[in-house]
């Protein structure tokens, strides 16, 4: 039932913006009358800030292509070079946005042999005259496991509909000034099929990310998830990260720790299994690179 | 307006293949029971149960007496009703296996005396 609210509540929201800026005649007048809007840039350097999704979409016609990369726990000490030795979990993805709004991305994560693909609208966006004070953003994605598992001899997913996941969230993010950004979210996490009889198949998040930047190109992020329901009896903690940007042109370099081993939502939201408290966090870090595909100077 | 349509869409499209299944409620773990009907073999029932608790460290011949390696020196014990006597703690033999905080399982007690009391055949 919540998650049928939600979903409706959704499609309300995009209705009702979409029919408010139906009519070119409004829009002109509105133009006329006031001086133009500028919308605040670069809330957030990338759609991603460590593992969370950020407000941010890319640009028009921007494809971006990320490598993500977390390493070991760091508590194997010296014996596993401190997580560097341990199995990595690898995400690959592309990404594409065409008109500044909508973009859409595919990945493949080497944990759970995951695919998955994502749709993240920019519903609302902050403007400098504080005509409107936050941004806000949609995503919703899917996961589909290709792993094999048998359990006491029984294939686990017995229909392709058991391998699949999916994550809805709403972003409301604030860029107070050139050096500090804020962001809240909420989260719901549905995993088609789980294992125990005790375990969920909803699970709800709520978190904050922020970002302060401290140089020209460079910046400190912290991100937080905190699990209003756990997902399951064993024992799980809350996604914590704090990391470095450093951006290089059309690179932007993440260097992070996190006790989230997981790089999709349906991971590091609900599975992270290790806690900050006996140092059960990674080394890990996320390059962009983003090709502008044609310039945009010809769309306007 | 297309692409918020299209939004919509896949949101929906991606809702119509949402299920909610539990692994355990297709498939519970099936508890294995105590299966003592019908005839209880030396080799099949018994001698597993002996090497399991009793010939490992003690009554193999060389640790204590009563060596329970072999068919006719456990038939020995079987008949005279000390082996079943030191299982179950009945009171008639000294309680086995020694030192041990609980008997063994009732289920291999139930096979023991019903395998003596057909004559503790080598079967």
């Known amino acids: 039932m919540r998650k049928n609210i939600f979903l409706l509540s959704i499609i309300l929201a995009n209705f009702s913006f979409a029919f408010s800026q139906d009519n070119p005649e409004d829009l002109l007048s509105m133009m006329n009358d006031k001086p133009k809007k500028e919308f605040t840039s670069a809330t957030f350097k990338t759609t991603r800030l460590i593992n969370f999704h950020t407000v941010e979409v890319l640009g028009k016609r921007s494809l971006d292509f990320r490598i993500s990369h977390r390493f070991g726990d760091v508590n194997g000490g010296a014996y596993t070079a401190w997580g560097l030795d341990g199995g990595a979990n690898i995400r690959l993805s592309l990404e594409y946005c065409h008109d500044a709004r909508l973009m859409f991305g595919i990945g493949r994560t080497s944990q759970n042999k995951m695919a998955d693909g994502f749709l993240k609208y920019r519903l609302l966006r902050q403007t400098t005259n504080n005509s409107m004070p936050v941004s806000l953003t949609l995503f919703t994605s899917i996961y589909h496991t290709f792993e094999r598992v048998n359990i006491d001899g029984i294939n686990k997913f017995e229909n392709v509909s058991d391998r699949l996941s999916y994550c809805h969230q709403i972003m409301v993010g604030r860029k107070f000034n050139s050096r500090f950004s804020l962001q809240l979210l909420g989260a719901a996490v549905h995993y088609n099929l789980v294992e125990n009889i005790t375990d969920k198949n909803d699970c709800y998040v709520v978190g904050v990310v922020t970002r302060f930047k401290f140089a020209k190109r460079q910046a400190i992020t912290l991100e937080y998830g905190y699990r209003i329901n756990e997902y399951t009896k064993a024992k799980m903690y809350d996604s914590f990260g704090i990391g470095y940007d450093l951006e290089t042109g059309g690179h932007v370099f993440q260097m992070h720790f996190t006790n989230s081993f997981g790089l999709t939502e349906n991971n590091y939201f609900m599975n992270t299994n290790t806690s900050w408290e006996n140092w059960g966090i990674r080394l890990g870090f996320n390059i962009s690179r983003v090709f502008t595909l044609k310039n945009t100077k010809n769309l306007e | ?123």
């Open chain 2, 1 to 123: 307006m297309v692409k918020i349509i299209t939004f919509c869409s896949l949101i929906i499209l991606s809702f119509s293949y949402c299920t909610k299944d539990n692994f355990r409620e297709r498939h519970p773990i099936v508890v294995s029971s105590c299966d003592t009907a019908g005839v209880i073999s030396y080799a099949t029932h018994i001698k597993p149960v002996l090497d399991n608790n009793c010939t490992t460290n003690c009554h193999n011949g060389i640790g204590s007496g009563h060596s329970l390696t072999a068919w006719n020196a456990v038939n020995a014990d079987a008949v005279a009703g000390l082996l079943y006597g030191s299982v179950s703690w009945n009171g008639t033999a000294q309680q086995m296996p020694q030192g041990a905080a609980n008997k063994i399982s009732d289920c291999d007690i139930t096979k023991i005396k019903k395998w003596a009391a057909a004559g503790a055949p080598n079967n």
